[in-house]
């Protein structure tokens, strides 16, 4: 899960360099430019892998993950999402203003080592997994979940094998008063798998 932050750290700096270099330059290729003949482009759906879609609850997904030591192929079922109140939400932000009218929204969900090596070190499988309300997604509470009833810490699996599973939880600051809660699953490039829980 590190490597994967670390990468977008050191993109990030990149990213803004091409965007502020491209803002800033340009002027004398632009008829060049003009004159060429258009070519075709990727759609976004060639680009990406072929995956997701509505699944109903219960229902599982499968996916595949670049772990450290190597493709992992995994059955994901998100079981359940647990909404707590706005008390809760504040005990656990800095600026309690942040919670104001929010909730935690605690994720389970499961995935089924189907294919691929034994791992060695901690999955990256949860790094896919986000939670919505209501068409919007929610803001990320880094380690909140851990050690939530029928949670599993991902740091603590320390070899994970074809057909072993383990729950990891996620959450989330959603909007207390949210009609609708999905959990969202994707591979690296893909489309999201959704899961819709009510919210009751």
């Not at 932050?5 to 803004?16: D, F, G, N, S």
């Not at 647990?82 to 939400?89: H, I, K, P, Q």
């Not at 935690?104 to 089924?112: E, G, I, N, R, S």
Request: net charge negative.
């Amino acid at each position: 899960m590190l490597r994967h932050k670390t990468a977008l750290r050191a993109v990030a700096p990149a990213a803004v360099l091409a965007l502020t270099l491209s803002a800033c330059g340009g002027g004398d290729d632009a008829d060049a430019d003009a004159k060429k003949s258009p070519e075709p482009k990727a759609t976004a759906s060639q680009a990406k892998a072929a995956s997701g879609g509505e699944l109903a609850t219960g229902e599982s997904a499968t996916g595949k993950v670049e772990e450290e030591d190597g493709t992992v192929t995994y059955e994901i079922t998100a079981q359940k999402v647990d909404l707590g109140t706005e008390a809760e939400a504040a005990k656990l932000v800095q600026d309690k203003a942040d919670a104001k009218g929010m909730a935690l929204a605690v994720a389970h969900v499961k995935y089924t080592h189907k294919a691929g090596p034994a791992l060695s070190t901690d999955s990256d499988a949860g790094d896919g997994t986000t939670i919505w309300a209501d068409g919007q997604r929610g803001t990320l509470l880094l380690g909140s979940a851990d050690d939530a009833p029928g949670c599993e810490d991902p740091y603590d699996v320390e070899s994970w094998k074809t057909g072993e599973s383990h729950t990891f939880c996620e959450s989330y600051l959603v909007p207390a008063n949210a009609k609708s809660l999905e959990v969202h699953w994707s591979e690296e490039d893909g489309e999201p798998y959704i899961w819709k829980f009510p919210n009751q």
